[in-house]
């Protein structure tokens, strides 16, 4: 009976560990709403969200419009995406289907690594290496921009893209592909027509994965991005996604002052949008999950 | 059939018993082409690995010195060592990981071992997943809401070590989970068969030998901490101390906040362009360091494990 007490007594303790997470997530959204909504009274949620003006810092007439950032960020990942989905979903394929497991063993730690890198120094590669070189070779004004930002937010988002992928692929059936081998297919063709489709809902996921991490990711835009506050009008426009704003200027806003709150909001539009991410995420890799041939 | 024959991918046969048409020649040309641009983008991203490796082991090999490394800066950062940093960078990677350790390897267990699926567990794991995926800036805000101003710890060691302790909590939880996954499950078996309750089953048999997965899992998620920035700048760090740190309530100089401040703010960044390079170079051989360590270490535990 005792024995029994105390089990049931360490179960608990642990159930009480694993909220933890789930604390830490609420206390986030609870600190980021408690500094964040007092800006609504003194701008209107739809001059926030869709105001082109942010001049936080100017004493006589300063504007919170946070568009320009939030353009910024979707231009930004967007862009991002465009190279680090082909490449993150062929290494991931490549790791998965064609790799001896000698290559694998080499190539898989380099991804790991590109992964491990810090973010502060990819920017500064951005910054003291890539910046120079695009101004040099495209001939163009300033080299901290929307393309650079993009090309250095891609290298991030690679390692996401190609390690949760990779699972999705490896978790094929076997014997999807033996049928198709069986029929006289090629590697390539089982791949593109059987492979692939059956594994799309956990590409997906990883997908989604990386578009979050790279909307999310600081250091690297607020190096690398240029940091103006305009919409782009082109690929070498400079500007200032969310994640930049407030890394940037939280350490001169005044404590509680009309900027810190602005910038708690923006905060809690970023939040939100990484958390829908995750939930998309979430939702597609449970619910088209495959179980095995019997659901295709 | 060995484990090794399950799980290796199947490879279609090397040649064909039919006669080879030109239709096959075809499609055998388009399935060479294809896997020569996957091998391109294998090649793109190993390219990109060494390139940025490269410039900065180039460029900052002869900023690293003895005196760089254990002196303190000096004439407004723009000579002297970066010792407070590196000491600031290992008290904070070091403290996070003495926060986010106990709790992640417990929750890790919860999950694992005494979780059934069910609703409960779906909402814990989604917590982790959403948790893993809040940007950092947004870590570095709630920080900065919670410990350094509800809880009045101030800009401090402290502080940095719960922002950066919750930060890294995810990668714990998801890499003990592994290791516990690879602990067999005639292990448990044999132990509760002996009359073993199920907590002396987790304590003496399972974390035992999930023990060097743990390892490997704390390894990576010291690294991560070591080379976060933006979670720490509004709560630890600081870009100029005269002083080193002489409580956990002291605020510190850190490797990835010292390369961005250096890099971006003041009025000397061309001539402090040597002490970023052999800054960054410094982090990048910490951090890769212990990844390095960490994948060698995972591998001579696999091969222990398929023996």
């Known amino acids: 009976m005792r024995r029994s007490t105390k089990e049931i007594i360490i179960k608990q303790a642990f159930l009480a560990t694993a909220i933890t997470s789930l604390a830490v997530l609420a206390l986030i959204m609870i600190f980021l709403f408690m500094e964040g909504l007092p800006t609504f009274s003194f701008v209107s949620v739809k001059d926030f969200l869709f105001g082109v003006d942010w001049y936080p810092t100017d004493e006589a007439n300063p504007a919170y419009g946070i568009l320009p950032l939030i353009v910024a960020s979707g231009a930004v990942t967007a862009l991002s995406s465009l190279l680090a989905i082909p490449l993150g979903v062929m290494t991931a394929v490549y790791l998965a289907e064609i790799a001896s497991p000698r290559l694998r063993a080499v190539v898989k730690p380099v991804v790991e690594m590109l992964a491990s890198l810090p973010s502060v120094v990819i920017g500064f590669f951005g910054m003291v290496i890539m910046a120079p070189f695009l101004q040099d070779y495209f001939g163009i004004a300033v080299g901290l921009n929307l393309s650079n930002a993009a090309l250095m937010l891609a290298f991030m988002s690679v390692p996401t893209i190609a390690s949760v992928s990779e699972d999705a692929i490896y978790a094929v059936p076997r014997d999807l592909k033996e049928a198709s081998f069986a029929l006289g297919a090629t590697h390539l063709e089982t791949l593109a027509r059987v492979t692939l489709p059956a594994a799309l809902s956990g590409i997906g996921t990883a997908v989604i994965l990386g578009m979050s991490r790279a909307i999310g990711e600081t250091m690297v835009v607020l190096m690398v991005a240029g940091g103006a506050a305009v919409i782009p009008n082109s690929l070498w426009s400079p500007v200032r996604p969310m994640p930049a704003s407030i890394a940037a200027e939280m350490a001169e806003a005044p404590f509680r002052g009309h900027h810190y709150h602005a910038l708690f909001a923006t905060a809690m539009v970023l939040f939100m949008v990484t958390l829908l991410f995750n939930i998309l995420a979430d939702y597609f890799s449970h619910k088209h999950q495959q179980s095995g041939s019997a659901s295709l | ?307």
Not at chain 2, 48 to 68: D, E, K, P, Q, T
Not at chain 2, 72 to 98: D, K, Y
Not at chain 2, 182 to 204: D, M
Request: aromatic share 8%.
């Open chain 2, 1 to 307: 059939m060995t484990a090794e024959a399950i799980l290796s991918v199947p490879t279609p046969p090397r040649q064909s018993l039919s006669v080879t048409t030109g239709r096959d020649r075809v499609r055998k040309t388009k399935q060479w082409l294809a896997f020569m641009m996957l091998r391109g983008a294998i090649l793109i991203v190993a390219a990109a690995l060494a390139v940025i490796i490269g410039f900065l082991v180039i460029n900052g090999i002869s900023s690293i010195s003895w005196g760089f490394l254990t002196e303190v800066p000096r004439n407004n950062m723009t000579e002297g060592g970066i010792w407070p940093c590196i000491v600031g960078t290992l008290l904070l990677s070091l403290g996070a990981m003495a926060v986010a350790l106990p709790l992640g390897v417990a929750s890790a267990i919860y999950l694992h071992e005494y979780a059934l699926p069910g609703r409960t567990m779906r909402i814990i794991r989604l917590g982790v997943n959403n948790l893993a995926g809040v940007p950092s800036v947004v870590f570095g805000l709630f920080g900065l809401g919670l410990f350094v101003t509800a809880m009045n710890l101030g800009v401090s060691i402290l502080a940095g070590w719960l922002t950066l302790g919750v930060l890294c909590l995810p990668v714990i939880i998801g890499t003990t989970e592994e290791a516990l996954r690879s602990v067999p499950a005639t292990y448990r078996e044999a132990s509760l068969a002996l009359g073993g309750t199920k907590w002396q089953t987790i304590w003496r048999v399972v974390l035992p030998s999930a023990l060097p997965g743990i390892l490997t899992g704390s390894i990576l998620g010291i690294s991560r901490a070591a080379g976060e920035t933006a979670a720490i700048m509004f709560t630890a760090a600081v870009f100029y101390t005269p002083k080193m740190p002489n409580s956990i309530f002291s605020d510190v100089m850190a490797l990835p906040y010292h390369i961005y401040v250096l890099a971006t703010a003041g009025t000397e960044i061309e001539k402090t362009r040597p002490i970023q390079y052999g800054t960054a170079l410094v982090l990048i051989a910490l951090v890769l360091g212990m990844n390095l360590f960490a994948i060698i270490l995972r591998a001579w535990l696999q091969r222990r494990g398929t023996r």
